[in-house]
Structures are given as structure tokens and as C-alpha cells.
Nanobody, 127 residues
Framework: QVQLVESGGGLVQAGGSLRLSCVAS????????MSWYRQAPGKQRELVAA???????NSADSVKGRVTITRDNAKNTVYLQMNSLKSEDPAIYYC?????????????????????WGKGTLVTVST
């Protein structure tokens, strides 16, 4: 069983900063890409930023220059540092990770890759 648990959301003033964290736990063999998504009321879930296991990153144009995604592979944790928060940033922020787990199938160990989601953390911006 694998779990992703986000933390760090909250209420912040426009122009302020927040640092979100997401910890993966459970039967983890390795973790490939880790990402942050967000979903605002009435809108589709959208990618905010992603990071590969090697540390390569990309981010959405709407947040480029304002967010930094990092990860600590030893802690199975991904972070999202958000600065200069704007009125368009409030949303539930979700962590997603492509996690490799081990399973035994007919007495043979297999590696299985699955995308897991956390339950989200709410970010609110006051203007």
C-alpha cells in the first residue's frame, strides 16, 4: 500500500509565500516523476510543476518564475516553493508520483509502476 500525504497549505496574503510538501510512504521500490497539480473550483485539474528522479524540472507558464519544485529522494518527498502568490493561485494542490512497487505474481517478484495521488492541500490567497 502506498500513500502520498501533502502538507503546507493554508491562507496567505497576496505576494506571500508557501512551501508545500508531499511524502510518499509504503511499499516503495523507487519513485520516478513527481508532480504537483492544482484544481480551482469549477476548473479542471492542471499541472503546476514536475520533477524527474534525476532532478529535471518543468513548470506551467502561469507559475513560471514563481514556483520551484524540488525533491529529497532519501525522504521520498517532493516540495513546491511558491512565491509571489496571486489571486489566481488558490486551489487544492495535489501531489502525484509515479511509484514503482514490488509484487509477487505466481512466486515471481515483479516491479509495477503506478501513478498515485494524494488527497490534496488547500491554498487560499487573501487580496
Amino acid at each position: 500500500q502506498v500513500q502520498l500525504v501533502e502538507s503546507g497549505g493554508g491562507l496567505v496574503q497576496a505576494g506571500g509565500s508557501l512551501r508545500l510538501s508531499c511524502v510518499a510512504s509504503g511499499n516503495i521500490f523507487s519513485i520516478n516523476d513527481m508532480s504537483w497539480y492544482r484544481q480551482a473550483p469549477g476548473k479542471q485539474r492542471e499541472l503546476v510543476a514536475a520533477i524527474t528522479s534525476g532532478g529535471s524540472t518543468n513548470s506551467a507558464d502561469s507559475v513560471k518564475g514563481r514556483v520551484t519544485i524540488t525533491r529529497d529522494n532519501a525522504k521520498n518527498t517532493v516540495y513546491l516553493q511558491m512565491n509571489s502568490l496571486k489571486s489566481e493561485d488558490p486551489a487544492i494542490y495535489y501531489c502525484n508520483a509515479n511509484i514503482i512497487t514490488t509484487a509477487r505474481v505466481w512466486d515471481v517478484s515483479k516491479l509495477i509502476g503506478t501513478h498515485y495521488w494524494g488527497k490534496g492541500t488547500l491554498v487560499t490567497v487573501s487580496t
